[in-house]
């Protein structure tokens, strides 16, 4: 850097003021006595992000001197969150902030609430990459993630009538003071047309793509901030834009409108986030994206961050593609004819590097959740990279045949294409077989992947699967999140170290026995409920006590997450009040609180949403109940929602059926947030359960072996029901109308799906649900000991720590040195 270039300006209030000002007057056009909230807001960002754009830029300088291995996340979701908040943090500006705001008569918590969260993502897996380059960041590892800025993130979420509507989610409408875009540095992606060959002027057979259309990438940066290390590294989202050419050859044809119609549909790729995350449906435009973002990452890592004149032989020795999900994987056929096609690589050359260079996670267990393309459509819009992965299939499958002579069914099942239901090309196998490295995101998780999921490939190559379980950022998730807790661990372990080394939260566990510091925790509890309580109410329009358990399931609306195995105990909560089978008096209230979304069009989710609604409505409103049991699902649960609802938790609900969550990770948050889990032996609940101790976590329902067997025998829901008078009378109030005016239809969807099918076995463990409720309830009733409980789940949870994450993938998959600041 230059002496030229500026240092950090914002240290006093003073200076503050001035760089708000400045950015107010001179950036905004406006004097303080006639700015909108958002001319403040925006402000109020431009002036903190001063500070970290000094650091950006001597972050860059320090890479390219030292030219060191660097990770690039290939996301196609970052479910980041608000930054104004995390960006205070990261620079230790928030003083400062507070009062020179003060001092101009603005208020810092109402600018913070003008932020619409970027909500680049639809559930774990994109929070998960939010997490893991914040913690990257932090521990001064090079990163660049890359993705897309969609114009449109994950829909935003209304009720009518208790039925979600999806409403678009314009998060740019009022200017983003985030992001840098750098339309200079466009690159241009192509699709379609056909490949011919020929031979080059050194007398080889080579191939060529003639693609036939083509749009730009334009790079938009975003900062992210290591936490108080002065380290920034960068987010670089692709926005599509239609290329000149696209336009012109249209234009010159003579009609305009067409032309414009051309933009747009260059334009569509980067514009909205698809809401599906389980089911992919094989749209074409997701193919465009994930190719779309995948190319403009690879030019950019090829031609923009290494050197010129770089040797690509020494790739791995510079960069690891870690592919989040398969949603990247169409980077690998891209690499190898980057390397063979356009710089003439030999192909087992090429093959030797791509396979260093990149790595997969897989996020799932689920078999309809594993991506398929067509080859049909993957012809059409990719030609070269089809052949390319015939090609690969066809070196792998020789390998195959050599190891398993006469093994013809092997073969077929080990085979990147399938031809069932129709011929398409299986993703996670590709990065399978050229990926250095494949891991899970729990213990579990990658064990079920080795033993189920990928059995042939782990046989063949054992050493290639590993495990790396999932973690959050501390940063957001208990230091932002929960000020009350946090200033109580940092008040007992005398400084603020545990916030970047989490593992010594130990330090708390003598302290659980210590009953001045349970009173302690238990306030802090209280006063989130009672922030929590007052958010919803002028969020929502949510009237909540403040004086009961407070019970959250927050995630993804789905089947196999069983929602309905939740609302299945409510309602019975309820009915054994109709009934007279429990006086009033005995039950124990409760806050039953819900956050999900649903596909749009996953039909059957919705109905459950549907039915929760109307379940709450009834039951809050009906006086027979004395207001002991509180149904509130506040709409639209996102980030910004998240980091009210978990600190402000008693009870974390993580009921999946067994064998299907690959990990989850708001169960990591409640525990770091001083709840107790009721949950499955599933995903990372294995490992929460591990380390905070079979006395401080309530386990409950069946093994994922047992799930097997009970489906290998013929497992028969209706006889479940029949059996059981508890749920039979449960399942029938539903279905008598109860909770629709009568309409014994309004559920029978839900009702038919439970009785008739039940895929993810609510019913089966909803005895042994119900029995560890009362466990619950149990232990809640003494409420020094489950303050006891929830303090050593507070301590034993460092293990969670993305940063422990980060650590392992660097042993196990990355090999990347850290970078001293
Ligand atoms: C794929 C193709 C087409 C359209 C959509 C998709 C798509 C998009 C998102 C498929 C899946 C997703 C998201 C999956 C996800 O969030 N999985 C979760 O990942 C978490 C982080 O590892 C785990 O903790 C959860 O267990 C897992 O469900």
């Not at 599509?240 to 549909?265: M, P, S």
């Not at 031809?419 to 196998?429: F, G, I, K, L, Q």
């Not at 303050?787 to 990347?816: E, P, Q």
Request: proline share 5%.
């Amino acid at each position: 850097l230059s002496p030229y270039d500026k240092d950090a300006p914002i240290h006093t209030v003073d200076e503050f003021i001035n760089g708000f000002m400045d950015e107010l007057n001179f950036g905004r056009g406006v004097s303080l006595a006639r700015s909108s909230r958002n001319d403040q807001y925006i402000a109020l960002s431009k002036a903190v992000r001063q500070n970290l754009q000094a650091r950006w830029m001597k972050t860059l300088a320090r890479q390219y001197e030292e030219q060191a291995k660097s990770v690039a996340y290939l996301s196609a979701e970052y479910l980041l969150g608000r930054q104004l908040d995390n960006a205070l943090l990261a620079t230790g500006m928030t003083d400062v902030v507070e009062e020179g705001l003060d001092a101009l008569g603005l208020s810092l918590d109402r600018l913070r609430a003008q932020e619409t969260e970027p909500g680049l993502g639809n559930g774990g897996l994109g929070r998960l990459a939010a997490c893991f380059v914040d913690s990257l960041a932090t521990m001064s590892v090079p990163c660049i993630g890359y993705g897309i800025r969609y114009e449109y993130g994950i829909f935003r979420q209304e009720f009518e009538d208790g039925w979600q509507v999806e409403h678009s989610d314009r998060w740019l409408a009022l200017g983003n003071p985030w992001e840098f875009p750098h339309p200079e540095h466009a690159v241009t992606v192509h699709f379609g047309g056909s490949t011919e060959t020929y031979t080059d002027d050194r007398g080889r057979e080579r191939t060529r793509w003639l693609p036939a259309w083509d749009v730009q990438g334009v790079p938009y940066n975003y900062m992210v901030p290591g936490y108080r290390n002065g380290r920034v590294n960068t987010l670089r989202l692709w926005s599509a834009r239609a290329t000149r050419a696209f336009d012109l050859r249209i234009f010159n044809a003579g009609d305009y409108v067409e032309a414009v119609r051309a933009q747009t549909f260059a334009e569509n790729i980067s514009k909205v986030l698809y809401p599906e995350d389980s089911t992919p449906q094989g749209k074409e435009l997701r193919l465009q994206q994930q190719y779309f973002f995948v190319a403009c990452s690879l030019r950019d890592q090829l031609e923009n961050v290494l050197p010129k004149y770089f040797d690509l032989a020494n790739l791995p020795d510079r960069v690891i593609f870690q592919l989040n999900d398969t949603h990247p994987v169409i980077a690998i056929p891209e690499l190898m004819r980057l390397l063979v096609d356009e710089k003439g690589m030999e192909w087992d050359d090429a093959w030797a590097i791509t396979q260093k260079c990149f790595a997969y996670t897989c996020h799932t267990l689920l078999p309809e959740a594993l991506e398929v393309w067509s080859v049909e459509l993957l012809g059409k819009l990719l030609p070269r990279h089809l052949e390319i992965i015939y090609k690969i299939n066809e070196i792998f499958l020789d390998e195959v045949r050599a190891a398993y002579p006469g093994d013809e069914i092997k073969l077929r099942r080990m085979s990147i294409i399938t031809d069932h239901p129709e011929r398409s090309v299986r993703m996670a196998y590709l990065a399978t077989i050229a990926g250095s490295k494949v891991n899970g995101v729990a213990a579990l998780h990658s064990e079920l992947l080795r033993d189920k999921v990928l059995p042939d490939f782990s046989a063949y190559w054992p050493d290639k699967f590993t495990n790396v379980t999932n973690g959050i950022t501390p940063r957001r998730f208990i230091r932002l999140s929960n000020p009350g807790l946090s200033d109580l661990i940092t008040q007992t372990l005398g400084d603020e170290g545990w916030v970047t080394d989490l593992e010594r939260l130990r330090e708390l566990e003598p302290h659980a026995d210590d009953p001045a510091f349970r009173e302690k925790f238990r306030q802090v509890k209280a006063a989130n409920k009672q922030t929590l309580a007052q958010v919803l109410s002028t969020r929502d329009n949510i009237t909540l006590p403040t004086d009961v358990m407070y019970d959250v399931m927050v995630k993804r609306l789905h089947e196999y997450k069983r929602q309905t195995l939740k609302l299945l105990h409510i309602v019975t909560l309820y009915e054994q009040i109709l009934s007279g089978k429990v006086a009033v008096e005995d039950v124990m209230p409760r806050a039953f609180l819900f956050g999900a979304k649903a596909a749009p069009g996953y039909r059957i989710a919705k109905e459950i949403i549907a039915l929760i609604n109307a379940v709450g409505k009834t039951v809050n409103n009906d006086p027979q109940v004395q207001g002991r049991l509180t149904v509130a699902f506040p709409a639209n649960y996102n980030v910004t929602l998240a980091e009210r609802l978990i600190p402000a938790a008693d009870l974390s609900e993580q009921i999946s059926l067994a064998g299907k969550e690959a990990s989850g990770t708001g169960n990591m948050k409640f525990a770091l947030n001083g709840a107790l889990t009721i949950g499955t032996d599933d995903g990372a609940n294995v490992e929460i359960r591990q380390l905070v101790g079979d006395d401080n976590f309530f386990l409950f329902g069946m093994l994922e072996p047992e799930v097997e067997a009970t489906i290998a025998e013929g497992y028969s829901p209706v006889s479940v029901y029949e059996n059981n008078p508890q749920l039979k009378a449960t399942i029938d109030l539903i279905a008598s109308g109860h909770f629709s005016d009568g309409d014994r239809n309004r559920f029978e969807p839900v009702i038919s799906n439970l009785l008739g099918e039940d895929r993810f076995l609510a019913l089966a463990d909803y005895a042994a649900y119900l029995e560890a409720q009362q466990r619950v309830e149990a232990a809640y009733a003494d409420p020094d000991d489950w303050s006891r409980k929830a303090i050593l789940n507070v301590a034993r949870s460092g293990f969670f720590s993305s940063d422990r994450s980060m650590v392992d993938y660097i042993d196990r998959i990355w090999h990347t040195p850290a970078i001293t600041q």
